[in-house]
């Protein structure tokens, strides 16, 4: 298992811009596929951002695309959001999510998005963005 912790988070303005770090423990944080999502109150979580464990391969959720990014930095055993451009609706607790399955090859993009396909979480850090 990985152990993720989540830090970052704030309150900031429309516009403004803040980077998420989700810290890793577990020798297998190299290996893995790590993941963003968000939700807020009532509503369901919801994919934000995937990388492939060497950081050659990234894929968003079209709400985020140009605004955000992902990266990882595996001798840190951290994952990164950077996420600019903030709007009030991006508003949510932001958790970070690892895959541990060996995936071999192209990922479908619901195995990607799916939460089904991360096994440990983070506990989550609350981005307030206000208008």
């Known amino acids: 298992q990985v152990q993720l912790i989540e830090s970052g988070g704030g309150l900031v303005q429309a516009g403004d811009s803040l980077r998420l770090s989700c810290a890793a423990s577990?020798?297998?944080?190299?290996?893995?596929?790590m993941g963003w999502f968000r939700q807020t109150p009532g509503k369901e979580r919801e994919f934000v951002a995937r990388?492939?464990?060497?950081?050659?391969?990234?894929y968003y959720a079209d709400f985020v695309k140009g605004r955000f990014t992902i990266s990882r930095d595996n001798a840190k055993n951290t994952v990164y959001l950077q996420m600019n451009s903030l709007k009030p609706e991006d508003t949510a607790v932001y958790y970070c999510?690892?895959?541990?399955?060996?995936?071999?090859?192209?990922?479908?993009?619901?195995?990607?998005?799916?939460?089904?396909?991360?096994?440990?979480w983070g506990q989550g850090t609350q981005v307030t963005v206000s208008s």
């Open positions: 990388i492939n464990w060497s950081g050659g391969s990234t």
């Open positions: 999510a690892a895959d541990l399955t060996v995936r071999i090859g192209s990922i479908a993009i619901a195995t990607m998005t799916s939460k089904k396909s991360y096994n440990s």
């Open positions: 577990g020798r297998t944080f190299g290996g893995s596929g």
